[in-house]
């Protein structure tokens, strides 16, 4: 491993792609410090509006910016809501899953769908958050009220978010990769060392007991080594080529496996499920109807609808990406255009409801993990921390499985490297 880690930084473009990756991370950090026109930055550091609830899982996506109502306030979230909208409308609308069918292609055109689709849902947002805030203990948070302040607030905000997803995809396309995931992993880890700091100064007080903190500490270890694992974890379908003879060479007769991993669609899983619910609660938080407050009240992250409908949405998103990305009649016609076949079954029609029903038992599996891990930790840092620490089982799928893809991004890198120099 280490020695991996020195030969990362011995090839000239993977070491560019790094640094340039860790000087957009230094932009979105310094850009979650510069507050929005006309917000009172003084009474919003001694408040804890933004610390609990939907909203404290909003501010640790977006790094704190939400805490000091900054230009990244409203974070990559509109993109991700915006970008669960069209995989759902692909499903729904022919032409877009034309596009979906089309490769590469019609991927980029659907992505450009969602980036269109983010402005206007990054303006509902931002409208919303700005004319709340203004009202808010009778505009203690603001400097001026009215359209002087929501006019530049909401172009502020919604010009954050676009520059945000344009960083992302700079990242993706001269970083190493998954710049949006890697955009919510910095805002993640940017907030341990404050969360850390802030469990330290409760167990001065005597409110946490040194064995609580360790006890959680433990458990901590416990469910992230267990994420991996299911992050790691793959079920091979051995796939047998037949052997041919062309002239006087033989090819074929080899056996390979088809990989099918149990944590393959995690983190997007998670990120759609977290959006989705983020998406109506904070709206209802906006509006002043006794009906809406109470709609925000059930989806808190203090209520356990909230957790329940979490858990279902988890699982449904679990099931419906795997069934976009994987297409196992497409996978059973490759296999037998390159002679190859599953031993025991026929090429075809039954390798195809082969795969099915393993890819089927594989997602019910993870799916039911992913939705236990994101319900446990918020019950165990209840009970042992009294909530004192803002993760919950959210940010500890997304942190690992964006930080095991990134890692297995820098391995394809050095393989890429290696075989290219093998080749000269």
């Given amino acids: ?46 408040s804890t509006i933004f610390q609990t609830g939907a909203f404290g899982l909003m501010n640790i996506f977006a790094g704190g910016a939400l805490r000091r109502l900054s230009i990244f306030a409203l974070g990559i979230m509109p993109y991700i809501s915006a970008s669960i909208i069209m995989q759902l409308l692909t499903v729904a609308i022919p032409r877009l899953e034309e596009l979906a069918r089309q490769g590469e292609e019609g991927r980029r055109k659907i992505t450009q769908y969602a980036r269109y689709a983010t402005v206007p849902i990054a303006v509902i947002q931002g409208l919303g958050l700005t004319a ?16 002087g302040f929501l006019l ?33 992993f910095a805002g993640i880890v940017a907030q341990i060392r404050p969360a850390t700091g802030n469990i330290l100064k409760i167990m001065r007080t005597g409110q946490i007991t040194p064995f609580s903190l360790f006890l959680f500490v433990i458990l901590a270890i416990l469910i992230t080594a267990a994420v991996v694992v299911i992050y790691q974890g793959e079920r091979r379908i051995p796939i047998r080529y037949a052997r041919r003879v062309m002239g006087r060479r033989a090819y074929g007769g080899q056996t390979s496996y088809l990989p099918i991993r149990i944590g393959g669609v995690g983190v997007i899983a998670i990120i759609f499920a977290v959006s989705l619910l983020l998406l109506p609660s904070t709206v209802a938080r906006f509006i002043p109807h006794p009906f809406a407050q109470q709609v925000a009240g059930w989806l808190s992250t203090d209520n356990m609808i909230y957790y329940i409908l979490y858990a279902l949405a988890v699982i449904f998103f679990t099931f419906f990406y795997t069934a976009v990305v994987f297409n196992p009649v497409e996978i059973a016609d490759n296999i037998r255009k390159y002679g190859g076949f599953v031993p025991g079954l026929r090429p075809g029609r039954p390798t195809a409801e082969y795969i099915t029903a393993v890819l089927t038992r594989v997602t019910f599996v993870a799916a039911l993990f992913f939705a236990f891990i994101a319900i446990l930790p918020p019950i165990i840092n209840r009970k042992l921390l009294f909530n004192s620490f803002p993760f919950g089982g959210t940010s500890i799928l997304i942190a690992v499985g964006v930080a095991l893809d990134t890692a297995q991004q820098l391995q394809s890198h050095l393989l890429m490297r290696h075989y290219k120099g093998f080749m000269k």
């Fill in 132 to 147: 709340w805030i203004q009202n808010v203990n009778n505009g203690a948070f603001v400097v001026t009220r009215g359209i």
């Fill in 152 to 184: 530049p607030a909401v172009i502020t905000l919604v010009t954050g978010t676009v520059f945000l997803m344009w960083l992302g995809e700079k990242i993706t396309e001269k970083g190493i990769g998954n710049g949006i995931s890697l955009i919510i």
């Fill in 1 to 46: 491993m280490w020695e991996n880690f020195q030969n990362i930084f011995k090839i000239p473009e993977v070491r560019r792609r790094i640094l340039f990756t860790l000087a957009m991370f230094l932009v979105f950090r310094f850009g979650c410090f510069i507050p929005v026109p006309g917000v009172n930055i003084n009474a919003l550091a001694q």
